[in-house]
Structures are given as C-alpha cells and as structure tokens.
T-cell receptor
Framework: GQNIDQPTEMTATEGAIVQINCTYQ??????LFWYQQHAGEAPTFLSY??LDGLEEKGRFSSFLSRSKGYSYLLLKELQMKDSASYLC??????????WGAGTKLIIKP | IAGITQAPTSQILAAGRRMTLRCTQD?????MYWYRQDLGLGLRLIHY???????GKGEVPDGYSVSRANTDDFPLTLASAVPSQTSVYFC?????????????FGPGTRLTVL
C-alpha cells in the first residue's frame, strides 16, 4: 500500500534549527512536496523535490533521497510565525498526491 | 484577487440532508480536486477533475459526487449526509495534473453532520 510517515509533533526554540523527517512508500514516484498549514487555514506550498539532493529556499530547505524513500524539511532561524503543521506529500504514478498526517511544530520563545 | 473561493465557510447539517459545497477558481487552472481533512489523518482525495467535462474518483469517493461543467467551478455534493462525513473539506486546483504542478488550496469548508 501507499504510506507516508512523519512525526506527529515537534517542539523547537525561536532562532534555532529544526528538521522534520518524512518517509514514503508509493506506487511509482513523481516527486515530494512540502506544505505549511497554519491552524484553521489552508495548506500552502513550500517546496518540491524530484531529484536527490538539497533544495534551498531562504530559511527553508528540503532534501530528498529516492533510494531511501526519505525526505526532510529543514527550517533555520526559527520564528514564532513558523508555528504550524508541515505536511509531506508524495506524488504517485497516477500523479495523485499521497499525504502524511502532518507534523505540528511548536516554537517556544 | 486571484485564487480559490469556497462556500459556505462552515455548515451544520442534519443527517440525511443533501448538501453542495461550492468551489470556484479564477486562475484558469485545468485540474481541480476535493480533499477532506480529519484529525490525525492526512488529506484524502475524494474526487478530481483533470479538465472541464471530466471527473475521476479519488481515495474516498463513496457518498460524494462532483461535476465540472466549466473550468472555474467544481461543486461537491453529498447526496444524503452521514455523521462520518463530518470533516474539513478543501478544494484545490493546479495548472494540470502533472509532477511539477503545485496545488493551490481554497480556505476550506468545515462541515458538521449531526
């Protein structure tokens, strides 16, 4: 079956760095997406990886290892506004997104 | 402002009633999607449409129907609502259903079926 695993909740300190891991198993693979979702709001796109390696975008970076079925989202210089859920989603061979349950990130001052 | 709108924002519905959730996008995207989001679960695809006039079933289509008469609108209908359909429903769109096409989400509809 198809499955996405990511931690349920993480806590980090303002100004620090946090890494959110995601492992996936899908029928075929057409890329890995990360979305941010603030409480009560819609998910918003953060990053897309289809090739192995690190993609950097400002304070956020995303890494992919296709051979290991593994990705992580790295958030640097954490700000209070980064408190949100981070959703990992893998695109399968039918171009449909398979979503993880999300990781709730709590930022403490 | 370009984007996706959904209506209503929230709704409380008696079991057995028929309900249509509305979704409209003005980005001229070809593909549209309906998801439900439940606590502790990932977003689950209900139905999708690759282009106007076509629809397809997602992971959890039972009890739901959709239509895509034009590019902009993609309504979701619950023919006879049941309590297990209590959820937050998100509509999304993308330029096409391809690997690099980012999905953009509407603000969601919070539905409670009693």
């Amino acid at each position: 079956g198809q499955n996405i695993d990511q931690p349920t909740e993480m806590t980090a300190t303002e100004g620090a760095i946090v890494q959110i891991n995601c492992t996936y198993q899908t029928s075929g693979f057409n890329g890995l997406f990360w979305y941010q979702q603030h409480a009560g709001e819609a998910p918003t796109f953060l990053s897309y990886n289809v090739l192995d390696g690190l993609e950097e975008k400002g304070r956020f970076s995303s890494f992919l290892s296709r051979s290991k079925g593994y990705s992580y989202l790295l958030l640097k210089e954490l700000q209070m506004k980064d408190s949100a859920s981070y959703l990992c989603a893998a695109m399968d061979s039918n171009y449909q997104l398979i979503w993880g349950a999300g990781t709730k990130l709590i930022i403490k001052p | 402002i370009a984007g996706i709108t959904q209506a209503p924002t929230s709704q409380i519905l008696a079991a057995g009633r028929r309900m249509t959730l509305r979704c409209t996008q003005d980005m001229r995207h070809n593909a549209m999607y309906w998801y439900r989001q439940d606590l502790g679960l990932g977003l689950r695809l209900i139905h999708y449409s690759n282009t106007a006039g076509t629809t397809g079933k997602g992971e959890v289509p039972d009890g739901y129907s959709v239509s895509r008469a034009n590019t902009d609108d993609f309504p979701l209908t619950l023919a006879s609502a049941v309590p297990s359909q209590t959820s937050v429903y998100f509509c999304a769109s993308s330029d096409s259903q391809g690997p690099t096409d980012t999905q953009y989400f509407g603000p969601g509809t919070r539905l409670t079926v009693l």
